[in-house]
């Protein structure tokens, strides 16, 4: 079974001109063999094209390079698998009329299962940084993971990330998807309609069901992908259940993903969801996980808003603390309407303790009542948000609430978990904690409620997290949005 380059010269494939270089002698992709590919150009990019490898035809399409080892590997797809290859890639100066080679070095081949590129994305990859290809004001590529990408939220989300308005319109993004062998049919489906959209921005789509491959370079991790509490099942089962998968996520981030990758999670539970990942990946600096919490601030916005007969972009300053549960604290205290504090715009004090706290609070379940099913738009509009914040310098005066690492935190809540506080960004990805925002006994009591249901939650999950003596007793009220 020779393992050859079999295309013709000049053969036109997706798009991209084929030359072989030579035939070469070989087993099945499984042993060892040598093959040269050859890259042609299309209007943008380099591109590696199709060839022969044992007896699959391949579209090979992605170069990375081994951290270990330092080796370079290309991916070779068929539409039913890949395979990694160790090869050399010729430099953009070698480029010559459009063409570059790639030797596949011989005896490499490494096996990397569950991800494939998808479809006009296996032929319009930047192989090499080639500037003159590219608007000239373009960025590095984002790689961008999502998991949960069939899903409800997903599809709202990967459009906005895919058009710019999330990292920026001269931002170009790889999209990795992790869906489940069930919702494969349906991440095609996504990534067709990606596919479609014919967004400048968007260089790659890859999808696939291990997350130790798709999660491979990740800039940002997106975590939305979670059980949803099924009948009959206690809480704890849910935290367990839910927290496997993010353990999981968290030792694949931590394998594969860039050092210094953001991860938000939006998996419910997703402060405890996202405490576990970040236990999980010790490689990864703690303050990288986020739970996002902005969707209750979003929510808070527009409540205060409503009640002061005002438009939302008029409210500031808002904080969620604690927990993305009904425990959550949606703090009026130190809210502005106006530049003004929101208390001195509205008055009505039991509103603000008796009506907008639970509001806020129960909309998740207020929402699924209405919708039976969670809600996904402004969900995906917050993680968009989310993003936003850190990707972008803070108004001067604001600040934002997300999820964040507890250790080291001004407001004396116990270090070693993951709580909503308010947060601002210089807009490097990075963030810190406001401090000295007022806290009264109103406040301080419900900051308290939701952070010993943090720790209770912390304590059923011990065994995901490297923690003794775990046990689960959690409060009565610990419940999500959408529990009542
Ligand atoms: C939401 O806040 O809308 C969701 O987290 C609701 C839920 O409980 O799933």
């Not at 869906?179 to 968007?202: H, K, N, Q, T, Y």
């Not at 250790?407 to 978990?417: C, E, F, H, R, S």
Request: proline residues 5%.
């Amino acid at each position: 079974m020779a393992a050859a380059l079999l295309q013709a010269p000049g053969v036109q494939i997706s798009g991209c001109r084929v030359q072989p270089q030579q035939q070469s002698s070989g087993g099945s992709s499984s042993s060892s063999s040598s093959t040269t590919l050859v890259a042609g150009q299309s209007s943008r990019s380099v591109v590696l094209s199709s060839a022969y490898f044992g007896r699959s035809k391949f579209v090979a399409r992605r170069l990375w390079i081994d951290k270990a080892s330092k080796k370079e590997f290309c991916v070779l797809r068929t539409k039913k698998q890949q395979q990694g290859v160790q090869c050399s890639v010729a430099d953009s100066s070698t480029i010559q009329d459009s063409v570059a080679t790639t030797q596949l070095i011989p005896g490499s081949e490494k096996t990397p299962e569950g991800v494939e590129c998808y479809g006009v994305f296996c032929v319009t990859y930047d192989l090499k940084e080639i500037d003159e290809q590219k608007p000239k004001t373009w960025k590095k590529m984002l790689r961008v993971v999502v998991s949960g990408a069939a899903g409800m939220i997903s599809n709202h989300l990967l459009f906005k990330l895919a058009s710019g308005e999330v990292f920026g319109h001269d931002q170009p993004i790889a999209l990795n998807l992790l869906g489940s062998e069930r919702s494969r049919d349906a991440l095609e489906g996504v990534a067709m309609e990606l596919e479609d959209s014919l967004f400048p921005l968007l260089r790659e789509v890859n999808i696939g069901i291990e997350a130790t491959e798709v999660f491979r370079d990740a800039d940002w991790a997106l975590l939305i992908g979670a059980k949803p509490r099924g009948p009959g099942m206690e809480r704890a089962d849910l935290l367990d259940l839910n927290g496997q998968i993010f353990a999981e996520q968290g030792k694949a981030l931590n394998a594969v993903a860039s050092p210094d990758v953001k991860v938000l999670v939006v998996g419910n539970p997703c402060n405890t969801n996202a405490l576990i990942a970040l236990k999980n990946a010790p490689r990864i600096p703690s303050k990288n996980f986020h739970a996002l919490t902005r969707l209750d601030e979003n929510r808070a916005k527009c409540q205060l808003a409503l009640k002061a007969g005002l438009f939302y972009d008029n409210v500031s300053n808002v904080t969620i603390w604690g927990n993305h549960s009904t425990t959550q604290v949606p703090d009026f205290l130190n809210a502005k309407i106006n530049g003004k504090p929101a208390t001195e715009v509205i008055t009505d004090r039991k509103w603000l303790e008796e009506e907008f706290t639970p509001r806020v609070q129960t909309r998740g379940g207020a929402l699924i009542k209405k919708w039976d099913r969670s809600s996904a738009a402004s969900t995906a509009v917050s993680i968009a948000d989310a993003i936003k914040s850190l990707v972008n310098p803070t108004p001067k005066g604001d600040w934002f609430s997300s999820g964040v690492f507890t250790t080291g935190n001004p407001y004396g809540i116990a270090d070693d978990l993951i709580f909503s506080l308010p947060c601002r960004s210089k807009g490097d990805g990075d963030y810190e904690i406001v401090p000295d925002l007022q806290i009264d006994n109103y406040l301080y009591e419900r900051i308290k409620k939701s952070e010993k249901e943090l720790l209770a939650e912390k304590k059923c999950v011990a065994h995901l997290i490297g923690d003794e003596n775990g046990y689960c007793d959690l409060p009565e009220d610990t419940t999500l949005p959408g529990e009542q």
